[in-house]
């Protein structure tokens, strides 16, 4: 079970933080990440943190986000720095069923990952 909130409107240049909130899964094993989408394109990786610990980033989004992991928490954040109108998407928070590699987790628009949460929004204004 994955819960996100954080989404919000702000403008070009604003800050967010994005939370999602994982109970009934085991936590530590998992990779997690969070996606993105927009209506009518693919689904994309926007951050993963592997189950070795690796942490992988969209060219798009490095050295503006950062995903982060509370581990006593159970949670899963990023932290959006200087949003962008083309950052405008539903954000998703996805967890694998069990140990997979960031590079693996991160392809394909997370399409082997198996938990997923209901999204999101966040829209940046110009």
């Known amino acids: 079970h994955l819960v996100e909130s954080g989404g919000d409107s702000v403008q070009t240049g604003g800050s967010l933080r994005l939370s999602c909130e994982v109970s009934g899964l085991t936590y530590k094993l998992a990779c997690m990440g969070w996606f993105r989408q927009t209506p009518g394109k693919e689904r994309e990786a926007v951050a993963v943190i592997g189950s070795e610990g690796d942490t992988i980033y969209a060219d798009s989004v490095k050295g503006r986000f950062t995903a982060s992991q509370d581990d006593s928490k159970n949670t899963l954040y990023l932290q959006m720095n200087s949003l962008k109108p083309e950052d405008t998407a539903m954000y998703y928070c996805?967890?694998?069923?069990?140990?997979?590699?960031?590079?693996?987790?991160?392809?394909?628009?997370?399409?082997?990952?198996?938990?997923w949460g209901q999204g999101t929004q966040v829209t940046v204004s110009s």
């Open positions: 996805a967890a694998s069923r069990g140990y997979i590699i960031a590079t693996v987790c991160f392809a394909d628009g997370g399409r082997l990952l198996g938990w």
